[in-house]
């Protein structure tokens, strides 16, 4: 009897061929401006880690105490016995933080878009979704019952036009986008949007994992950004990006709570979030709550990085946020870039198809506040003598 997993061996000898076959990087400590990469010293440009928190002293401080109280693990789903007063405590501060009726924790943003979207909606109902929304919610589409429809990246036109043909046939209609784009930086046309499902009586859903902790009053977010508290259904948020540790949430109207606690799946078929993780989150959430300056020096720093970037003349799009892409076009010039920027001491992953489409390669910046202006202005003059080199400016 022959191998049976030949068929993955080929696809992997097809990967390498390609020249898209790759081996994970090691970080051998932090996740920090600087990293120890495979044993190399390199200003790290691609972490989602936007506000430094995820290493702070009071938010590791927070999750060791929460350990010596709760134990490593909650041993249990949030329906058994997984559901902790901290988690409680936690949901209750997020509530309070995003001026919303109830949230709900979740174990990550992933599940937050697989849980949520098939617990309301059902056979019947129609979802209409961004083209450049985020894998997760496609994949939380696809495990809902409803039809969908999809309309061209933040094009109000076409999100009426698919409304005015198929309105009448549905009983739900939910509208989803991402607040901010991750590829690209751009933010959702989210006051049109609401004022597009109130004309007919859609319902909305915002994943605004990256605009939380970024945008807003204290990183509260796109929501608050466009100062539309109340009006957006449906406000998902990350706790592993901008806040610095691990978990996702929704923040809704109360009775959207008391219905996924009964029918998100992640909620009901796998353990809760583990204490140490609870109690860091709470004490960065406490930390945005008392003071504005991690968001200060995140917009500070992608402010400067851009100008510099745009000034050296290389095209950095139409991000309106510190998600800064360097756009190239061409796959293998793309990661050739990554490569020699690697060898020259800065860290930034090549983003190509199919994550993008076909040339559109980019490299893409995460800008942070834990950058210092030297950080910036070495990565910086690295990217100026790597894209004369490679006539990329």
């Given amino acids: 009897m022959g191998n049976s997993l030949e068929y993955l061996k080929n696809q992997v000898e097809e990967l390498k061929k390609d020249g898209v076959y790759r081996k994970l990087p090691i970080n051998y400590g932090p996740c920090s401006n600087v990293i120890d990469l495979n044993h190399n010293q390199v200003v790290n440009l691609s972490s989602n880690n936007y506000l430094g928190l995820a290493s702070h002293d009071r938010v590791k401080k927070a999750a060791i105490e929460a350990v010596e109280k709760y134990g490593a693990g909650t041993g249990s789903v949030r329906t058994i016995v997984g559901n902790m007063d901290l988690l409680e405590n936690l949901e209750i501060l997020l509530a309070e933080f995003k001026k919303e009726e109830a949230v709900t924790c979740f174990q990550s943003g992933l599940n937050c878009n697989i849980g949520a979207i098939q617990a309301i909606v059902n056979k019947g109902d129609l979802i209409i979704s961004d083209e450049l929304n985020h894998a997760s919610i496609i994949d939380g589409v696809r495990l809902s019952r409803a039809d969908k429809a999809v309309y061209k990246h933040s094009n109000m036109e076409d999100l009426e036009r698919i409304l005015k043909e198929k309105r009448d046939n549905y009983n739900t209609v939910l509208i989803i986008t991402d607040g901010v784009f991750s590829m690209d930086g751009d933010l959702a046309k989210l006051p049109e949007i609401v004022k597009i499902a109130k004309k007919f009586n859609c319902l909305t859903y915002v994943d605004d994992a990256h605009g939380s902790g970024v945008l807003g009053e204290s990183g509260r977010g796109t929501v608050d950004h466009f100062k539309l508290h109340g009006q957006v259904d449906f406000i998902i948020g990350t706790l592993s990006k901008a806040i610095g540790v691990i978990g996702g949430y929704v923040a809704s109207k109360a009775v959207v709570k008391d219905w996924l606690l009964h029918r998100a799946r992640p909620l009901l078929f796998s353990t809760a979030l583990p ?64 490569r020699e920027l690697l060898k020259n001491g800065v860290f930034v992953s090549g983003i190509v198809f199919p994550t993008v489409p076909k040339g559109t390669g980019r490299l893409r910046c995460m800008i942070s506040a834990m950058h210092t202006k030297e950080d910036l202005n070495f990565a910086i003059d690295v990217f100026e003598k790597v894209g004369k080199e490679l006539n990329i400016i």
């Fill in 275 to 338: 204490p140490a993780a609870i109690g860091a989150t709470i004490e960065s959430v406490k930390m945005l709550m008392e003071s504005e300056e991690y968001t200060d020096k995140l917009w500070d720093n992608a402010r400067y990085f851009k100008e510099k970037m745009s000034k050296l003349g290389f095209d950095i799009g139409h991000s309106e946020t510190p998600i800064t892409p360097v756009m190239v076009g061409s796959e293998s010039k793309t990661m050739e870039f990554s």
